[in-house]
């Protein structure tokens, strides 16, 4: 053992958990539909996942509560697209500035309802979902100059159906440019991830944003597909698997509905040997094991060059051993609980498929909880490229490490998967930087960085990532009409 392990086995760390009193949950919740609570006439447990403990019992939403939904969209949305865009800002201004105010609490449910550790949620999730909302209305009365000699026009009603990685920052991606295009909106949480969603509905009130501008129903998949076949939805953005991505692509087709997916991705994070490997080691581990690794972008195939694969591997797995896994609510806790017994079972046979197909496994010493749904930060080496685990989407703590010789071959190894969302590039070349961007077919490349994001840049992917963009200006065009 070296001197600085040592060192490192000293550190204990007591509990210091952020204190859940700060949020009232209710016992239910209805859908929010014309700025009233409707009552469901299904509903479901929703829990947390650490603990497996109920929290509430919220709607299962049926074909009835979305025609309400988007019944209320729609009769709201002359009224709030013809509002002057000045007006529409200051809503959103007002939204941006009641997230910052309510943050803790926010982040506390978040952390709650998904597992994620109360660090990320407080420093990242809520942050973001504030930044976008502030972005957003700073383009609303700017839409002329943002998209010239092209009147840009809202498109009616927007069915937007989020995922369980990032519920509220994924909300407000959503919901920040379609109010800011003049849009009005119905949208579907992830089923086991409800209640941000729920809670930033008393923050609509609280801004007196008129009835019926957004609307939420919550509820599985089948509520989904009913809000994606609904007739009185203009637009569907969706983010989620790609086999549901593919199915609503299915379902659309012919109906003149406008369509934006944002999907799974295999991301490849490259480091070359000329990087500085501490700061990559830490991007690395940013990369794979932030949010549990549930993250669509996240760099889950590693590319080391040969030249110092073993001793980045050797860094890695060291640094593997002093991350904190336990208490989402502790902020201490660098890796949380994985959002469901689902979602478990899919990393837990992927994890399998890759020791039976040969891979060398390595997890650190670390007690799992006894309730709730957990998985050790995991890495594999002696991968091919024809594993399982280096083709599919794990979308857990799991990180995938292969090998290269030259910036060739590790664009032609990045590029071979179905996905094209995201990628990582490690090097002090500024050169080998613009010359791998180029080459690597993702909609996102990181330099020296990972998992960076901004509402200014645009995201979103190639291939089977999906398509249309989220952020910036391009993430306003998907929700306008443009041109005669
Ligand atoms: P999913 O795609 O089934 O769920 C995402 C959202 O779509 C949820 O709100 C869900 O209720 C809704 N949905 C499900 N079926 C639908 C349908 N037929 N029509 C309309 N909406 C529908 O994803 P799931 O099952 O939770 O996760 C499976 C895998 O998908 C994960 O293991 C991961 O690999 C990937 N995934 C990727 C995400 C991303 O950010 N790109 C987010 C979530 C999952
Ligand atoms: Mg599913």
Redesign the pocket.
Known sequence: MTELEQVGERWEYAPAPESREIVQLRERYGHYVGGEWLTPTETYTTIAPSTEEALAEVGQGTAADVDAAVGAAREAFPVWGALRPAERAKYLFRIARILQERSRELAVLESLNGGKPIKESRDVDLPLAAAHFFYYAGWADKLEYAFPNSNPRPLGVAGQ?????FPLLMLSWKIAPALAAGNTVVL????TTPLTSLFFCDVLRQAELPPGVVNIVTG??R???A??EHPGVDKVA????T??GK??QRRLAGTGKRLTL????KAANVVFDDCALDQAVEGIVNGIYFNQGHV?CAGSRLLLQESIAEQAVEKLKRRLGTLRLGDPLDKNTDVGAINSA??LA?IQELVASGQEEGAEIFQPECRLPEKGYWFAPTVFTNVAQSYRIAQE?I?GPVLSVLTFRTPEEAVEKANNTAYGLSAGVWTEKGSRILWMAERLRAGVVWANTFNRFDPASPFGGYKESGFGREGGLHGLAPYLELGE
């Open positions: 159906i989020i995922p369980w990685n579907k949480p992830a089923e599985d998949g509520t989904g597909a809000l994606v969706f983010t989620g698997s086999e549901v199915e609503i944002e999907l799974g991705g669509c689902q979602q899919k989407e979308f």
